[in-house]
Every structure is written in structure tokens, then in C-alpha cells.
């Protein structure tokens, strides 16, 4: 799997904007606002929610990353279930870097 689409959303319910790569601290994507997580990451059938990294898969297999470690780019992703009803993960960053559109997601260990 990869990524297929980077996204920020500066500003509460304004139009998000889109990025052929992105830096990512350890509170999350330059030039994204605070949220609930560092980042937050969907499939490709969930496109019009307000994560941050779209992938090139159907959401539920997005999902089936809980609990892992992963890298995508330099960055390395520490993902768990979002806890509501919303569709994907969220992330807290364990290691901050680049993400750009392509990047392939590579699990790195069991986060637990």
C-alpha cells in the first residue's frame, strides 16, 4: 500500500489543501491544524474526510495497521483505531521527516 493523496486543513470545516509531499513534526503536518491526533490516515473509498494521508486501499485494510509501527517515507507512524465513528486511524509521530504522494507503507513492528 501507498500513499495516494496528502491533505491539511489549517483552518475548522474551511477547505483543505493539497500536497504532493509534506514535513511532518512530531505534532503532526506542517500547516495542519491541532487535532485529536498527530495524523490521521484513510483508504481510498473514505477520499472526502479530512485526514491527512489518503492510501491506495479500501479503508478496512488501512485499519488492519492498528496496533503497528509504520514507516512512510522518513516518517515513522505509531497507528491506532480513531476510537468514534470515524472511517481510518489516527497516529502519533515517532519519528518526524517527509512524507510525499507514492510512498509506499512499510510495517515495522508491533506497537504493542
Avoid: W
Avoid at 6 to 32: C, K, M, Q, S
Avoid at 78 to 103: E, F, H, I, K, M
Amino acid at each position: 500500500m501507498s500513499v495516494r493523496s496528502i491533505h491539511t486543513f489549517p483552518e475548522r470545516r474551511a477547505a483543505g489543501h493539497e500536497h504532493a509531499r509534506a514535513d511532518v513534526r512530531v505534532d503532526g503536518l506542517v500547516g495542519d491544524r491541532p487535532k485529536k491526533a498527530a495524523v490521521s490516515v484513510v483508504g481510498n473509498d473514505s477520499p472526502h474526510t479530512r485526514a491527512n494521508l489518503v492510501l491506495d486501499v479500501p479503508t478496512l485494510e488501512v485499519e488492519a495497521l492498528t496496533g503497528h509501527v509504520v514507516r512512510v517515507g522518513e516518517v515513522l507512524l505509531a497507528v491506532q483505531a480513531t476510537g468514534n465513528a470515524c472511517a481510518g486511524l489516527y497516529a502519533s509521530v515517532g519519528q518526524p521527516g517527509t512524507v510525499r504522494v507514492g510512498d509506499v507503507v512499510e510495517v515495522v513492528e508491533d506497537a504493542s
